[in-house]
């Protein structure tokens, strides 16, 4: 494991409760060391969400996607089992798929080798005679994968300790709670990936709140019942959700569930369609976040209508968020601020999200 970070004090590691806390400070935000810091002991040891099993359903679907510090990819093999790789061929490192979608073979787009839907080395063109090479022991190398209420997570440092996050757990209580939703039932419809220029926690913590909605979005201000928005903090997660009172063009009227399961993953659920969102640290001030689209309904003219408009809007939101995210890095790094006050009514998950973190720092999973 890397040396913990000079700027990570004690004094900021301490558990406090939401009506003492102050937010974390700054420097959590700004300085570069963090970035290789929170890969090790926050991203590695967690489950990171890659997909949906709905798109894996037939021989050869595939999908490939970064998740913080690793190409990965997942493939449905000849006899439709998940398998789950690293994206990262055995020659010089190049990538063996990019995207999604099905093939029968993999290619690496570097030099060519190829490699079979169950990861083996197939064919190596003009290798020539390399001495003691093995082509048997040239497959892909395998990344633990696991399947919950179809969806399906990857995570990169086994550990036998437990992470904070058991994610089979998560995944059940939520399903109880959504229904009659269901997760299982949902068809993939987009992927749209955002580049915000802020830490990965700037938009996280921004996520945890509805505080910021009616300054923010006024547009979903007017969709949802911002008097009736509950927060609910949970073991190694925690709910937003808020009644969308009448249908709009976009949504259909019902319970929305605003799932965040620590560290990185979010599950936007309302009623007909499953939005997730994965936040993936690119840099110390830089992050992307993954959005995948899912629907009950993608082939009704009424459904096209209203993914359309769901697209549309989803993408208004989160321009909103993506420029107020900026914004607060530039604060974070101006040097004048240094920590925070929380709302007691608005920001519990933010506190939740920060004590998980401060846990994860005091006692690191190595
Ligand atoms: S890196 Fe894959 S074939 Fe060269
Ligand atoms: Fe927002």
Redesign the pocket.
């Known amino acids: 494991m890397i040396e913990r970070p000079r700027i990570l004090l004690d004094e900021h590691l301490q558990t406090t409760r939401l009506e003492r806390a102050w937010t974390a400070p700054a420097c959590w935000y700004t300085d570069p060391g963090m970035h290789a810091w929170e890969l090790d002991t926050v991203f590695r040891p967690a489950w990171q969400l890659l997909g949906h099993v709905g798109s894996l359903v037939n021989p050869g679907d595939f999908l490939v996607s970064d998740i913080a510090g690793a190409p990965v990819l997942a493939v449905c093999d000849r006899d439709q089992r998940i398998n789950s790789f690293y994206n990262v061929c055995r020659h010089r490192a190049g990538p063996v798929a990019a995207g999604r979608g099905q093939c029968s073979l993999f290619r690496c787009r570097y030099h060519g080798w190829v490699y079979g839907l169950d990861g083996t080395l197939r064919h190596t063109p003009e290798l020539g005679e390399v001495a003691g090479f093995n082509r048997g022991s040239h497959g892909l190398h395998g990344i633990e994968s696991h399947i919950t209420e179809s969806l399906l997570f990857v995570r990169q440092s086994n550990t036998n300790r437990a992470n904070g996050t058991d994610i089979d757990r998560v995944m059940r209580e939520i399903d109880a709670r959504i229904s009659p939703q269901q997760l299982g039932n949902q068809t993939f419809h987009t992927s749209v990936s955002y580049t915000i220029d802020c830490n990965w926690k700037v938009y996280v913590d921004?996520?945890l709140e509805g505080y910021?909605?009616p300054q923010?979005?006024p547009e979903l201000a007017d969709i949802l019942d911002y008097r009736d928005y509950k927060t609910e903090i949970l073991d190694g997660y925690s709910l937003q959700y808020s009644n969308i009172e009448s249908a709009t063009s976009a949504y259909s009227a019902g319970a929305a569930y605003y799932y965040f399961i620590f560290p990185n993953t979010m599950l936007n659920i309302l009623p007909g369609r499953l939005q997730t969102n994965v936040v993936i640290p690119l840099a110390h001030n830089r992050c992307r976040v993954d959005f995948d689209y899912y629907y009950t309904d993608t082939e009704s003219d009424s459904a096209r209508v209203q993914i359309d408009e769901d697209l549309r809007f989803g993408d208004l939101?989160q321009q909103?968020?993506g420029t107020?995210c900026e914004q607060v890095q530039r604060g974070l790094a101006s040097g004048s601020y240094e920590q925070g006050r929380l709302s007691v009514a608005r920001e519990a998950c933010v506190h939740h999200f920060q004590e998980c973190l401060r846990k994860v720092f005091r006692d690191p999973i190595g």
Request: charge should be negative; aromatic fraction near 10%; glycine fraction near 0%.
């Open positions: 921004n996520y910021h909605i923010v979005h939101v909103q968020d107020i």
